[in-house]
């Protein structure tokens, strides 16, 4: 037991070494971000519930000293304030999309509107991202066109400030400890290109990036990180710019680390999978990196065990490391350059961690939920329809069981024998659902014949959660000019023709 914590603690210490001495080494600062070719780019923000920021980022936006014809701006309120879409009706430079429905949406179903409604724009280079809490520089957009000519994906560096005129003692030890994680793990982590965890309030995409994604599923900090697995698993790893800010106030202040048992889940269930590549295995490894109190008792178990009691690994050897991860961890720490109060902020952070330790601790949880009343009821709405399918040369009745679980999306096709198959997934949209379900019965020769598959339908992107709702466009004899026909899941008409499908999302 004492060997196996050894080993498991002392090759996180080489992180540390590795990524000290990559901050004693400082970058090269760039000072001409000159590049040949200004990218068009389309800037979201996401604004929900009370909107009092948005109006200050739009105005920073439309000031950037970037060329007015190389980017839109495009702002999706979800179940904003009824002042909102009044302060943006007359904006001519801003396309104001408005979703009220009774619950917001999400963050999640709100960019893919956005990115399912620009897909045909053919000279559109990269999404830009940001949520309306937060504040942009004037050369932002500037500094995006130039990072775009070296990543694929990255995030800008994100700086909290006051709330008021200055930060309280534990406002400072999270500002702190943010600039900590920054410059001593996200930094170090791009120079050696590796990836870090996307972070969806505020980053930047190409959009050929997107056609390769089979999942956009931004409801915590967990399906962030399934996400960036996803995208080291096409062989991009998420960069953090450290020149490239956004800023936010420290009352939105995140732990944004999942705990090390959903780590470990994703780790072992990533581990079982053939399609992973060094960026994406490295990415899987890493989480299992221990917290600083694991880290304290890796240490400290083996030193007075092997003292005390004879072990396969000596005493001296396991002194030895400690020591060489202790310098490593000072020597990063000075290359901070952070002033004498600073350190004393940083050197508090344990106690806040501590602290949250004890308050998501499942009885304290427990606790918070029964009087608090925050126990969500779990959702789930089911509807059966009959479809067909062919194999070229007969048509076969079968069902499909469209099931929204919490609002996610998942299919059940059932044969005519009675077997059943259930999507492995949980999608956003319905019409995602029901594309692993195609390509599933592909596999086996079948087609599908729904309006979703046919390649005279077009999806109707009106907001609404699962977007199974679309418009027939076939020129059938006797058709009027102009007019709409609905189409849902109808598969009786004759002049079913199967479309190229591309996945978006």
Not at 92 to 117: H, M, R
Request: proline share 4%; with cysteine.
């Amino acid at each position: 037991m004492t060997e196996i914590l050894f080993i498991y603690i002392t090759l996180f210490a080489l992180y540390f070494i590795i990524f000290a001495v990559m901050v004693a080494s400082p970058s090269k600062k760039i000072r001409d971000k000159y590049t040949p070719k200004d990218s068009n780019l389309c800037v979201v923000v996401y604004s929900t519930g009370k909107s009092n920021t948005l109006e200050n980022l739009l105005k920073q936006l439309k000031s950037q000293n970037y060329p007015k014809e190389n980017y839109t701006i495009y702002a999706i309120l979800d179940k904003c304030d009824e002042g909102s879409e009044v302060t943006l009706k007359s904006d001519l430079n801003v396309n104001v999309i408005n979703i009220n429905n009774i619950e917001p949406i999400g963050k999640s179903q709100a960019y893919s509107i956005i990115a399912e409604k620009l897909y045909d724009v053919q000279n559109l280079d990269a999404y830009v991202f940001l949520d309306s809490k937060n504040y942009i520089e004037q050369d932002f957009l500037k500094n995006v066109n130039y990072y775009l000519t070296k990543y694929d994906v990255f995030n800008p560096t994100l700086i909290y400030l006051p709330q008021e005129n200055e930060f309280d003692f534990w406002q400072n030890v999270k500002a702190i400890y943010a600039r900590y994680i920054n410059k001593f793990f996200m930094i170090p982590r791009t120079r050696l290109g590796l990836t870090n965890i996307l972070n969806t309030d505020s980053f930047v995409i190409r959009k050929s990036v997107l056609n390769q994604i089979a999942v956009f599923d931004f409801r915590n900090i967990m399906s962030e990180l399934v996400y960036t697995l996803n995208l080291a698993q096409e062989g991009m790893s998420v960069a953090v710019i450290d020149d490239l800010r956004v800023y936010d106030s420290i009352d939105k202040f995140e732990f944004r680390t999942p705990s090390l048992t959903k780590r470990l889940g994703l780790m072992f269930s990533g581990v079982a999978k053939q399609n992973q590549n060094m960026i994406s295995r490295e990415f899987l490894f890493s989480q299992a990196m221990p917290k600083w109190l694991m880290f304290t008792i890796g240490f400290l178990f083996p030193l007075v065990h092997t003292h005390n009691f004879p072990a396969a690994i000596s005493y001296s050897t396991v002194l030895i490391t400690f020591v060489l991860f202790l310098i490593a961890f000072v020597v990063g720490l000075l290359n901070m350059k952070f002033y004498p109060k600073e350190y004393f902020y940083l050197i508090s952070y344990p106690i806040l961690s501590i602290g949250r330790l004890a308050s998501n601790f499942p009885l304290c949880r427990g606790i918070r939920s029964i009087f608090g009343k925050t126990t969500q009821k779990h959702s789930v709405e089911k509807m059966t329809t009959e479809v067909v399918i062919t194999d070229g040369t007969r048509d076969i009745s079968a069902k499909l069981e469209l099931i929204s679980d919490d609002g996610l999306a998942k299919v059940t096709f059932i044969n005519p024998n009675g077997k059943k198959y259930t999507t492995k997934n949980n999608h956003l949209r319905m019409i995602d659902a029901l594309r692993e379900i195609s390509t599933k019965l592909k596999d086996y020769g079948m087609t599908l014949k729904v309006c979703q598959n046919c390649k005279y339908f077009q999806t109707l992107v009106d907001g609404s959660t699962n977007m199974v709702k679309g418009t027939c466009n076939c020129n059938f004899e006797g058709r009027t000019p102009g007019d709409i026909i609905p189409a849902l899941i109808w598969n009786t008409c004759p002049r079913f023709e199967e479309q190229n499908v591309v996945s978006l999302f």
